[in-house]
């Protein structure tokens, strides 16, 4: 029963900041890429950030913004995200993805609502 559990969404003013956690279990996680996407409605889920162990990678529309990172020892991914707009406001989703290839996961997502 592979598990990732997204936490720290919430409802957050224009320019204000909020950190995302997405805690594993269950997987050998530094044998994973670990990622976030996002998906607003009326819209396709998007890639914001991967992170391995030697890499990261943003969306443009996060960059600057927004920093991935990860703990080992921990089994957990977290996104922080600065200077938010209302644009940003989405479900974000957890992702693992091995890293020589097989089962792809995902969480159930946590809404994060920029609006004044």
């Known amino acids: 029963q592979v598990q990732l559990v997204e936490s720290g969404g919430g409802l957050v003013q224009p320019g204000g900041s909020l950190r995302l956690s997405c805690a594993a279990s269950?997987?050998?996680?530094?044998?994973?890429?670990m990622g976030w996407y996002r998906q607003a409605p009326g819209k396709q889920r998007e890639l914001v950030a991967t992170?391995?162990?030697?890499?990261?990678n943003y969306a443009d529309s996060v960059k600057g913004r927004f920093t991935i990172s990860r703990d080992n020892a921990k089994n957990t991914v977290y996104l922080q995200m600065n200077s938010l707009k209302p644009e940003d406001t989405a479900v974000y989703y957890c992702?693992?993805?091995?890293?020589?290839?097989?089962?792809?996961?995902w969480g159930q997502g946590t809404q994060v609502t920029v609006s004044s």
């Open positions: 269950r997987i050998i996680f530094r044998l994973y890429a």
């Open positions: 992702n693992a993805a091995p890293l020589r290839g097989g089962v792809t996961y």
């Open positions: 992170i391995t162990s030697s890499n990261t």
